[in-house]
């Protein structure tokens, strides 16, 4: 199995910065792309930020500019580096990645999509 662990939210002043990490573990073959997606309560989840394995990245409108994702393809994990936040940033921060896993016939490989459990962000004064 794969397991995505979130760390790094808080509370946080409006104008302020957060950074938050996600380390993947378990039986990892290669991790492809990685997200950053956000939900507040009633609503859908919505994609922040995403990141592939080379490193090409894209954004929300909302946060362009604002917000920067990065990965350290080593470590498994991927960052999400937030500044200048608003109240309206305040949300449960969700990672989600393509994991590519090897199957159980010798040479097969598989993608799975994996989400982590969430990390409170809450920006307020």
């Known amino acids: 199995q794969v397991e995505l662990v979130e760390s790094g939210g808080g509370l946080v002043q409006p104008g302020g910065s957060l950074k938050l990490s996600c380390a993947a573990s378990?039986?990892?073959?290669?991790?492809?792309?990685m997200r950053w997606y956000r939900q507040t309560p009633g609503n859908q989840r919505e994609l922040v930020a995403a990141?592939?394995?080379?490193?090409?990245?894209n954004y929300a409108d909302s946060v362009k500019g604002r917000f920067t994702i990065s990965r350290d393809n080593a470590k498994n994990t991927v960052y999400l580096q937030m500044s200048s936040l608003k109240p309206e940033d305040t949300a449960v921060y969700y990672c989600?990645?393509?994991?590519?896993?090897?199957?159980?016939?010798?040479?097969?490989?598989?993608?799975?999509?994996?989400w982590g459990q969430g990390t409170q962000v809450t920006v307020s004064s």
């Open positions: 989600n990645a393509d994991v590519t896993r090897a199957g159980a016939i010798r040479g097969t490989l598989y993608e799975y999509n994996y």
């Open positions: 378990g039986s990892i073959f290669r991790i492809n792309a």
């Open positions: 990141i592939t394995s080379g490193g090409a990245t």
